[in-house]
């Protein structure tokens, strides 16, 4: 007979909590990794995988929270059974079956994930409300909210695991085992939470008084659900917005997008953690962080980017740490944690599904990021800073004065403000506007509906008005899943920006200049040149490719009689490139085809030495496609392209070195390779620095592109740098700082 033991060891429900977490928050990224190759980087795709998850992780939590009218015996086999079942799945990773022809990706990669990784993912998302519901059984008068702590620790570890550490270190094939030795550990570690567990009893024990004497003891209410709903809505939407913001309109880099999830997490480990200092400080002060920075980010800070990065995410973590900290303030009794846990499970996911598959199709821009700052402003706990602030706003003669004041004060803002944006220009009063409307926020602190007020007018002010005039412009800005473009019209010319990159500039004026490459495509550059060669080394009948269309720069080195087409993944992006704004395409080659869709999946579908020139222009600063560069890319790129064939690969980043990837692929498959770091003079007009890798497997063409002109040289590989191919790869060694 197995007795309760009450002092079970605390340090058994801690690690088996931080291990479920980490593996939890380490398969995505590694299932991605794996998938990538095979499915390609469509929204279609990754928005159905990201659904999937979310329906797991819910899945899981239901499931925790219906386990709870079992026995705590009962709970614990149940468990431990699922657990076996899923393992029938090890080692994880993606099924064998490949997208048939026709299938739509919508229904099919659901599919797919669920049926590679569903049990694995549900059995596993269930861990952290059980766990701490089995530790307030075992251990009668604890907290076990504190373990939820634990719970993120594990998932940040995770997160930071992946990129840093399992990546770099690890083939695919050698993660998936490291992995599934996880999941063995855990199935280990829950029987031995099980052999703790009573046969029988209930949650509501005798001694656990002082826990249950709380004021949500009873059962929860359909108002306290829905406030623990909305509590993890925010700043789950929050974090995403924050992570679209940042790359969109301050800072593209890889590997920025780890800061604000990690942050995140690391928020919750704050609000829940026992020692309850750190969380009710920053929980108390988070309306002065949200009134003083949350609006002036709205301006962009683009000369100061990184400042602007720094701030975007403390405000991010402090007011992800104040929303979690009035959660923790609202949670139940242990009889009622897996409904809380399922509670802001939900309301996670559809933080995510409103910032990261609703607002790319209802907003221009990331409006979503100061709706939610004002969610968070109207949710977060308050109270007056000093007791003669509160004496101004709950007297009411003291309050009548207060209201005045504040409506004149920002009347006499928005006045100065209006006419610097409608000239499209800084406003001079920048720095007194901020001061004003900082110190009217911080004496509104407490008085929600004045704060409330003066929070708004701070969006507005810091770039909400300015960032409204461009969407009434219905054609100066358009949105899509990877990120918002705008259209900036000066004199003599017309730039398209996607996000913080130029994506590309067209001449105006007459035919003859708007059908003038520019940026990174001038004649001088690398792509220039192998384009203006092409008649001569492949005749007139040259069969280009081109991966990436961007505005349609490059059609202009079209000639009569050539055969052009263009790969885009992104379907908004061919709509910019069609339009009246940008003519590239209809004045230089109207009758090339455009293939919407992942690149490498319609090379692999296309048949062999069906083209002459490959022109690889898909990679910016923050995002960088790396199943576009193994070698298992650049076998395809080698059966497409003629045996004489030229692959021109550009490679112009702010913060990747990538000439070793290319260089350690080009030595694998036998091509010749050479880099031309192009920088233009100072009479040309709208050109670019760029640099382009030319490929060939035929040392004449190789020769003939090296001796017609620019200062071409020979790429060597990296000594120690391997390859990538879809079975490993890391960007770690190329950053640059």
């Not at 990773?93 to 590679?116: H, K, Q, T, Y």
């Not at 504190?146 to 570890?157: D, E, I, K, T």
């Not at 826990?211 to 939407?237: H, Q």
């Not at 910032?355 to 409006?367: H, K, M, Q, R």
Request: charged letters at 15%; glycine letters at 8%.
């Amino acid at each position: 007979m197995i007795h309760l033991p009450t002092h079970a060891p605390r340090r058994l429900y801690v690690a088996t909590i931080l291990l479920g977490s980490f593996l939890l928050f380490l398969v995505q990224p590694m299932i991605a990794r794996i998938a990538l190759p095979r499915l390609g980087g469509a929204p279609a795709v990754w928005n159905s995988a990201m659904l999937v998850y979310q329906a797991l992780l819910l899945g899981g939590y239901a499931y925790a929270h219906l386990l709870g009218r079992l026995t705590p015996r009962a709970q614990g086999w149940v468990h431990l059974a699922v657990l076996a079942a899923a393992a029938v799945f090890l080692p994880i990773g993606l099924n064998d079956r490949v997208l048939p022809a026709g299938a739509e990706p919508a229904i099919w990669v659901p599919w797919l994930f669920a049926v590679s990784i569903g049990p694995l993912f549900f059995a596993v998302s269930a861990q952290a409300p059980l766990v701490q519901r089995w530790f307030a059984l075992v251990r009668p008068g604890e907290e076990p909210y504190a373990l939820y702590a634990a719970s993120n620790v594990g998932s940040f570890a995770g997160l930071v695991a992946f990129p840093l550490l399992v990546e770099p270190l690890m083939p695919v094939t050698d993660q998936r085992w490291l992995w599934s030795a996880g999941y063995v550990a855990l199935i280990a570690l829950v029987a031995l939470c099980v052999r703790l567990l009573p046969a029988t009893g209930g949650q509501d024990r005798s001694d656990q008084s002082e826990i249950d004497t709380r004021s949500s003891a009873a059962k929860p209410t359909l108002a306290r659900w829905s406030t623990w709903i909305v509590l993890g809505l925010v700043p789950s939407g929050l974090m995403l917005a924050t992570s679209t913001f940042i790359s969109t309109d301050l800072l593209a880099m890889p590997l920025l997008w780890v800061l604000p999830l990690a942050l995140y997490l690391l928020s919750f480990s704050v609000a829940f953690a026992s020692n309850r200092t750190l969380a009710d400080a920053i929980t108390r002060y988070a309306p002065v962080t949200m009134v003083v920075f949350g609006g002036i980010l709205m301006g962009g800070f683009t000369t100061t980017a990184l400042l602007a990065v720094f701030i975007a995410l403390m405000v991010l973590f402090v007011a992800s740490v104040a929303l979690h900290t009035r959660l923790y303030r609202l949670r139940p009794a242990p009889a009622h944690l897996t409904s809380f846990y399922l509670a802001m499970s939900l309301g996670g996911a559809l933080g995510g599904v409103f910032a990261g598959l609703v607002a790319p199709v209802i907003f221009d821009w990331t409006w979503e990021y100061p709706i939610l700052i004002l969610a968070t402003g109207f949710l977060m706990p308050q109270s007056y800073l000093a007791q003669q602030l509160a004496r101004l706003w709950l007297t009411p003669r003291s309050r009548l004065i207060a209201i005045a004041i504040y409506v004149v004060v920002l009347a006499a803002l928005f006045l100065l403000a209006l006419e610097p944006i409608a000239n499209d220009r800084a406003s001079p009063f920048l720095l007194p506007t901020f001061v004003a409307v900082a110190l009217l926020g911080i004496v509104a602190i407490g008085a929600r509906l004045p704060y409330m007020v003066v929070l708004a007018s701070s969006l507005a002010l810091f770039g909400g008005l300015q960032a409204l005039s461009l969407s009434i412009r219905s054609d100066a800005r358009t949105r899509s899943y990877f990120g918002v473009y705008t259209i900036a019209d000066a004199p003599r010319r017309r730039t398209l920006i996607h996000g913080t990159t130029v994506h590309g500039v067209q001449l105006a004026g007459n035919p003859t200049r708007e059908r003038t490459p520019t940026t990174y495509y001038v004649p001088g550059s690398g792509v220039g040149r192998v384009m203006t060669l092409a008649p001569a080394l492949y005749g007139p009948a040259a069969r280009i490719g081109v991966v990436g269309l961007g505005t349609g720069t490059l059609a202009c080195y079209h000639h009569p009689g050539q055969r052009w087409r263009f790969y885009e993944i992104d379907p908004t992006m061919v709509r910019v490139a069609e339009g009246s704004r940008f003519t590239f395409l209809a004045r230089c080659a109207p009758d090339a085809p455009i293939v919407i869709g992942d690149a490498r999946l319609s090379l692999e579908r296309q048949a062999d030495m069906t083209l002459d020139v490959l022109a690889l222009d898909a990679f910016s600063s923050d995002a960088v496609p790396m199943h576009l560069l193994t070698l298992e890319a650049f076998d395809t790129y080698g059966r497409v392209l003629s045996p004489r064939g030229t692959l021109a690969v550009h490679i112009s980043n702010r913060y990747l070195n990538l000439v070793p990837v290319v260089a350690a692929a080009a030595r694998a498959r036998g091509w010749h390779a050479a880099i031309l770091n192009y920088t233009p003079d100072v009479y040309e007009e709208d050109a670019t620095k760029s640099a382009w890798v030319v490929m060939t497997r035929d040392a004449a063409v190789f020769d003939a592109i090296r001796h017609d002109g620019g200062e071409w040289t020979d790429i060597r590989p990296r000594p120690g740098f391997h390859a990538w191919t879809d079975d490993y790869g890391t960007i770690l060694p190329l950053l640059r700082f």
